[in-house]
């Protein structure tokens, strides 16, 4: 049973470019969360997405977007890269049968923007 | 809004002794509260919840954590501290009223030989 994974493990953009990261969800969970994590900092919500539709956002502009698809695949899109924007990007998967159900993290993608 | 906190950037413990990690919450609703580790370069794993019912809670790896409502606290423990358990720990909260989950900042958990 697979895991949560992402890709690419590592990228490196120049600011003011466009980047896109995916996610493939634990196999059964139907919601994927993304997760911002700054160096030595705690996972900061970005938002959650369930049935293909933004379920939950957190503090983050506009510049951030996601998407999910059928599969409950999804992807991460965030335009005009600013050099804050470095960081581990990690996203999430659970069931959202009820409340309370633990995530499954993937390991992450390494943004680094120069 | 829900807010955790996790008061000490660094725990120290001998190999063999007990360990706690602290951690306080703060929710509209009822809590549902989670411990994370995570291991350098890696995402992060899960140790343990709490949903409702018995307030002490048993997880993996031998990790335990109370919950304690009226001083609004999720400590993290374990009887006997391992080498392998050196990682930096997470405490996370939702509450039955949203399902975004808050985490706290962070703390680096050191056992010592």
Redesign the interface.
């Known amino acids: 049973d697979a895991g ?1 994974t992402q890709s690419p493990t590592h990228l490196i953009k120049t600011r003011g470019q466009q980047v896109t990261l995916r996610c493939s969800p634990k196999s059964g969970h139907d ?1 994927v ?1 993304w ?1 911002q994590q700054a160096l030595g ?5 970005i938002f ?1 997405y369930y049935e293909e539709e933004e ?2 956002r ?1 503090n983050f502009p506009d510049r951030f977007s996601g998407h999910q698809f059928p599969n409950y695949s999804s992807e991460l899109n965030v335009n005009a890269l600013l050099l804050g924007d470095s960081a581990l990007y ?1 996203c ?1 998967s659970s069931l ?1 049968l009820g ?2 159900y ?7 993608t390494r943004l680094t923007v120069t | 809004a829900q807010s955790v906190a996790q008061p000490e950037d660094q725990v120290n413990v001998a190999e063999g002794n007990p360990l706690t990690v602290k951690c306080t919450y703060s929710v509209s609703g009822n809590p549902y509260l989670f411990w994370y580790v995570q291991y350098p370069n890696r995402g992060l794993q899960f140790l343990l919840k709490y949903i409702t019912g018995d307030n002490l809670v048993k997880g993996s790896y031998g990790f335990e954590a109370e919950f304690n409502k009226s001083q609004t606290s999720f400590h993290l423990k374990k009887p006997s501290a391992l080498v392998s358990d050196s990682a930096l720990y997470f405490c996370a909260v939702s509450d039955n009223r949203d399902d975004k989950i808050i985490f706290g900042k962070g703390t680096r958990l050191h056992i010592l030989p």
């Open positions: 949560v919601t969360s997760y900092q705690g996972p900061q919500f959650q379920r939950q957190g990690l999430a959202s409340q309370g633990e995530q499954y993290f993937g390991p992450g």
